[in-house]
């Protein structure tokens, strides 16, 4: 079954404790890209990967790292989670970046 | 930046209603996608409608795109209860890959 994968799928932490959310998508999609969403803020791009070793920042990266050493996984790192971090993060994929994104099922981050 | 911007925020119809959300966006866009999320889940793709394309239709949903205005109108007609979900836009832009969403409308239909 095609599909994109997050773990955890909840998560509380605290202030400071590194923290990583892996993403796989097993499409062999080109695009892989991350989000948060906030209540009344909608959906933020945090970072994305248009291919293997390519990344570029999104809206709001700031405190948020990401890799793309294979095709099929792009790992969210927060190297020093903070409150402000709380959130609900989204995976997603693509065959290219422009178009038909297919989303995970969601990771709700806790941080106190 | 968020480019998109879906109006309105909240819509509230009965079965068999149909349902319009709008969507604005600031500047020029390869294509414009819609997505729909199921409280708390991820989102799900409906329809991509291409700068050249005027409308576009996909069993229940009509999709129009006025470049000219910069706006996109989703239109789902004879709503079901189980249409109850949030509806984004989501717009590239002609320079970069980033994809940007609207903050969403919040559709209930009741029974």
């Known amino acids: 079954e095609a599909q994109v994968t997050q773990n955890p799928r909840y998560l509380i932490t605290v202030t400071g404790k590194k923290l990583t959310v892996t993403c796989s998508q097993n499409?062999?999609?080109?695009?892989m890209s991350w989000y948060r969403q906030d209540p009344g803020l909608g959906l933020r791009q945090i970072y994305y990967?248009?291919?293997?070793?390519?990344?570029d920042k999104g809206d709001v990266p700031e405190g948020y790292k990401v890799s793309r050493k294979e095709k099929r996984n792009f790992p969210l790192i927060l190297e020093s989670p903070s409150p402000n971090q709380t959130s609900l993060y989204f995976c997603?994929?693509?065959?290219?970046?422009?178009?038909?994104?297919?989303f995970g099922p969601g990771t709700r981050l806790t941080v106190t | 930046s968020q480019q998109g911007e879906e109006d309105p925020q909240a819509l509230s119809i009965q079965e068999g209603e149909n349902a319009t959300m709008n969507c604005s966006y600031k500047?020029?866009?390869?294509?414009l996608q819609w997505y729909r999320q199921n409280s708390g889940r991820g989102l799900v793709h409906l329809i991509l409608?291409?700068?050249?394309?005027r409308e576009k239709h996909s069993g229940r949903l009509r999709v129009t795109l006025d470049t000219s205005k910069k706006s996109s109108s989703l239109l789902i007609t004879a709503s079901r209860a189980a249409d109850t979900a949030s509806y984004f836009c989501?717009?590239?832009?002609?320079?970069?890959?980033?994809?940007?969403f609207g903050k969403g409308t919040s559709l209930l239909v009741t029974p």
């Open positions: 997603a994929s693509s065959l290219q970046g422009r178009y038909e994104q297919y």
């Open positions: 499409m062999n999609h080109e695009y």
């Open positions: 990967s248009m291919n293997v070793e390519v990344t």
């Open positions: 500047t020029s866009i390869n294509n």
């Open positions: 409608i291409r700068s050249n394309e």
């Open positions: 989501a717009t590239d832009s002609n320079s970069g890959y980033a994809l940007n």
